[in-house]
């Protein structure tokens, strides 16, 4: 994930709730939405001197961002362990501490996980069996528990000379390796891809703990380790990603106060992953796009 342009690749996700779901997202530095290859030709990926390369294009449209934009997935997979309300931040204080939950209400519990998948605009149940209906009082926190690997499906494209071979790139189930098609037929590798998360700043660190304003209110993510504790970060020299990473809290403060009554009977979250929930990203070194994901965003309704 390219953690110097997003905050966490995917914070948040829907959950049932008597019927109804739930949910949340995060983000860092966010970069300019992709082009729209039906409505922008992209004549290569980075010829020099093409003013309609694709590096070229994000490049002017978000400068410092050339060759990386956020796309649309087909599907966007998480898998959920837990999610509610809070009344404080329970990832505070972070590193090498517990949250603390007590002043949380779960809608969803699940120690075992339950993978679920939505697409741009979509909303998705999770199992009524794990669900449960929060406990009456205003919140300010929405908070989950996911598994610190998205399972990402996408595509992107054409990309090439007008009159000439045009090819569009497409996710493949190995990480970061693109399959291509040059008649806009999906090939037969196209599969969702499992993009691990561990690390808010891949490559130079272990940075376990990050937060970012977005849409809505301001996200807070915490890696955790197996124990449910917040890694420790590790700026150590030879140190590029945190170890025994297994889950990520995410917490958003919600600009609004979400206030749950006796005469609440469900709760509808609004999921959007349309032009942020998958990184594209070019690849100079192999001359193609490769994929990541994103984040996403969300907004609550309290059905009464």
């Known amino acids: 994930m390219k953690f110097s342009k997003l905050l966490s690749n995917t914070l948040i996700t829907g959950l049932t709730v008597f019927g109804s779901t739930v949910l949340f997202p995060s983000e860092k530095v966010s970069a300019a939405a992709c082009p729209d290859p039906s409505t922008t030709t992209l004549t290569s990926l ?3 001197g093409d003013a309609t390369s694709f590096f070229q294009v994000t490049e002017d449209n978000e400068p410092g961002d050339g060759g990386f934009c956020e796309g649309t997935p087909d599907s966007y997979g998480v898998t959920v362990y837990k999610m509610g309300f809070c009344t404080s931040d329970p990832g505070n204080p972070a590193s090498g501490s517990a949250p603390n939950y007590s002043n949380c209400t779960w809608t969803y519990e699940n120690t075992s996980g339950e993978a679920a998948s939505f697409g741009a605009g979509a909303t998705f149940n999770l199992s009524d069996t794990y669900a449960t209906k929060p406990a009456v009082g ?4 929405a908070v989950i528990v996911i598994d610190n690997e998205f399972r990402i499906k996408a ?22 390796e693109s399959a291509t098609s040059t008649d806009g037929t999906p090939p037969s590798t196209w599969a969702a891809s499992t993009a ?29 380790n197996s ?11 030879g140190v590029t990603t945190c170890s025994g990473v297994e889950k990520l809290l995410g917490v958003m403060n919600m600009n609004s106060t ?33 994929f990541d994901s994103g984040p996403f965003s969300v907004s609550f309704e309290v059905i009464e």
């Open 46 to 48: 980075a010829t020099g």
């Open 155 to 176: 595509k992107y494209g054409p990309i090439g000379p007008v009159g000439g071979t045009r090819t569009t790139y497409y996710t493949t189930s190995t990480f970061q």
């Open 258 to 290: 979400v206030n749950i009554t006796a005469a609440t009977t469900g709760l509808k979250a609004t999921f959007v992953v349309t032009n942020n929930g998958a990184s594209v990203i070019l690849d100079q070194a192999n001359n193609e796009i490769e």
């Open 227 to 237: 124990a449910g504790t917040v890694i420790t970060d590790d700026s150590s020299a």
């Open 138 to 141: 205003s919140y300010d926190y």
């Open 196 to 224: 691990p998360l561990d690390s808010f700043d891949p490559g130079s660190s272990c940075e376990a703990t990050t937060d970012a304003n977005v849409i809505g209110g301001k996200i807070y993510a915490y890696l955790l």
